[in-house]
């Protein structure tokens, strides 16, 4: 069982470059999150999709666009990479409403680094 | 005002210590609490979550919290080099929300 799967894991960028950020979970979850984590500044959500079929703005969406293409992927991507976007991105994915017979607990994958120079 | 303030650290003891690490909190909303480990190079992992104001207990772990202080706790017992890694603390609000507010996450080094 693989769990969250996120590709790649290491990219170098030049300012104005494009990029998408994959991200693949295999648990059948209904929510998914992508994440940005910054040294002092801990995890800020960027995007999330409830459910299969609906996006939402996180707290840091600016300069960034995701798709839910299926229950299984939710990518992000940089249409044109800033040096401020360098940063660790995480992709996460949980069960979904915390009904109380769900954690809420939030799975995550290894982490994509990303530079922008 | 960050609604949920961890200590970035790092907090470094010896191997056997007794280690706390806590969070507060603002916003009463917040009924739902875990606390996630992070290995160095590694995505977070989710160590324990509680409901309900008191402890709960997991082996060399426990989990406090109280509601009423908006302060939340792990204690670590007889600590270990590999409990080294950056402890965060997340939130969620009741009414079926599925969005925590995590902390800033507390950097632990257990040296032998």
């Known amino acids: 069982n693989a769990g969250v799967t996120q590709t790649p894991k290491f990219q170098v960028l030049k300012t104005g470059q494009s990029m998408t950020l994959q991200c693949a979970q295999d648990?059948?979850?209904?929510?998914m999150y992508w994440y940005r984590q910054d040294p002092g500044m801990g995890l800020r959500l960027i995007y999330y999709?409830?459910?299969?079929?609906?996006?939402d703005k996180g707290e840091v969406p600016n300069g960034y666009n995701v798709s839910r293409l299926n229950k299984r992927e939710f990518s992000l991507r940089l249409e044109s990479a800033a040096p401020s976007q360098t940063s660790v991105y995480f992709c996460?994915?949980?069960?979904?409403?915390?009904?109380?017979?769900?954690?809420?607990?939030?799975?995550f994958g290894e982490g994509s680094r990303l530079t922008v120079l | 005002q960050k609604e949920v303030e961890q200590d970035p650290g790092p907090l470094s003891v010896p191997e056997g210590a007794i280690v706390s690490l806590n969070c507060t909190y603002s916003?009463?909303?917040?009924?739902?609490f875990m606390w996630y480990r992070q290995y160095s190079r590694k995505g977070p992992e989710l160590l324990m979550y509680?409901?309900?104001?008191g402890n709960k207990e997991d082996g060399r772990f426990t989990a406090q919290v109280d509601k009423s202080s908006k302060y939340i706790s792990l204690f670590i017992r007889d600590s270990q080099p590999s409990d080294s890694a950056t402890y965060l603390c997340?939130?969620?609000?009741?009414?079926?929300?599925?969005?925590?507010?995590f902390g800033r996450g507390t950097s632990l080094i257990v040296h032998p």
């Open positions: 999709s409830a459910s299969e079929g609906t996006t």
């Open positions: 996460a994915s949980s069960e979904g409403p915390f009904l109380g017979v769900s954690t809420g607990e939030l799975f």
């Open positions: 916003n009463s909303a917040f009924q739902y």
């Open positions: 997340a939130l969620y609000p009741g009414g079926g929300s599925y969005i925590p507010t």
């Open positions: 648990m059948n979850h209904n929510s």
């Open positions: 509680t409901y309900s104001s």
